[in-house]
């Protein structure tokens, strides 16, 4: 299972925050996952690791989900660390990532595959019923959005299903605490530690 040569070429060019060998690792996970179910992404910004998880996707025989309301995270706006000045939009200056996610995937030729769910994950998680067999949690990364989608989202997870989360670091000097808390709160709930690549965990429901 890989991504074809185009879409590699896609996901490396594209915006995000997702170095390659932690896209493979993502891709990889996305894979087995997709065996059990369709998947679903928490945060799409430009649509870089949607590449990764649409390659997984298309492999299966799946859809990727991949949720964003697309007017960037706290940590994404002017000001901080994650900001990229090219993805506001001039004429209000409020940030607008759908127009780069939706040139990535069409780029990537995966329109058939990644479908663009434009909204609050908590608001349309308020309104969804389908289990899936992958979920991606890479989102909001204060401390209460993270957790929301984690208590969103999680439970849509099938039996033998896989649940990825991005931006984990142990120590506070290495980064923000809430992914690995929320990576906490799921070993805990019963999920079982799978792999470590980077900041990318994955576990199996
Ligand atoms: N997965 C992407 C990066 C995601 S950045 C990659 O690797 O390329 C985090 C994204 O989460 C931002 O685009 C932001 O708009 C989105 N986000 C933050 N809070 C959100 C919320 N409550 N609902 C929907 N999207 C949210
Ligand atoms: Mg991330």
């Given at each position: 299972?890989?991504?074809?040569?185009?879409?590699?070429?896609?996901?490396?060019?594209?915006?995000?925050?997702?170095?390659?060998?932690?896209?493979?690792?993502?891709?990889?996970?996305?894979?087995?996952?997709?065996?059990?179910?369709?998947?679903?992404?928490?945060?799409?910004?430009?649509?870089?690791?949607?590449?990764?998880?649409?390659?997984?996707?298309?492999?299966?025989?799946?859809?990727?989900?991949?949720?964003?309301?697309?007017?960037?995270?706290?940590?994404?706006?002017?000001?901080?660390?994650?900001?990229?000045?090219?993805?506001?939009?001039?004429?209000?200056?409020?940030?607008?990532?759908?127009?780069?996610?939706?040139?990535?995937?069409?780029?990537?030729?995966?329109?058939?595959?990644?479908?663009?769910?434009?909204?609050?994950?908590?608001?349309?998680?308020?309104?969804w019923?389908s289990p899936v067999?992958?979920?991606?949690?890479?989102?909001?990364?204060?401390?209460?959005?993270?957790?929301?989608?984690?208590?969103?989202w999680?439970n849509h997870v099938?039996?033998?299903?896989?649940?990825?989360?991005?931006?984990?670091?142990?120590?506070?000097?290495?980064?923000?605490?809430?992914?690995?808390?929320?990576?906490?709160?799921?070993?805990?709930?019963?999920?079982?530690?799978?792999?470590?690549?980077?900041?990318?965990?994955?576990?199996?429901?």
């Amino acid at each position: 299972m890989s991504l074809t040569d185009r879409e590699l070429t896609v996901a490396r060019d594209a915006k995000g925050f997702m170095p390659d060998d932690e896209g493979l690792a993502l891709h990889a996970a996305g894979c087995d996952g997709g065996r059990i179910g369709p998947l679903l992404e928490i945060g799409s910004y430009c649509g870089k690791s949607g590449v990764y998880l649409g390659a997984a996707a298309r492999e299966c025989g799946t859809v990727l989900f991949t949720i964003d309301h697309h007017r960037g995270s706290e940590e994404n706006q002017a000001e901080w660390e994650h900001h990229d000045p090219e993805v506001v939009d001039s004429r209000t200056g409020r940030m607008d990532t759908l127009p780069f996610f939706r040139r990535t995937v069409e780029a990537a030729g995966l329109e058939s595959v990644v479908v663009g769910v434009l909204g609050d994950s908590p608001t349309v998680g308020r309104y969804w019923t389908s289990p899936v067999g992958f979920l991606f949690i890479d989102g909001g990364h204060a401390e209460a959005v993270a957790m929301a989608d984690y208590t969103t989202w999680a439970n849509h997870v099938l039996a033998g299903g896989v649940l990825a989360i991005h931006d984990v670091f142990e120590r506070p000097e290495q980064g923000g605490q809430a992914p690995f808390h929320v990576w906490q709160r799921a070993v805990a709930d019963g999920f079982t530690p799978l792999a470590t690549t980077g900041s990318l965990r994955t576990l199996r429901r």
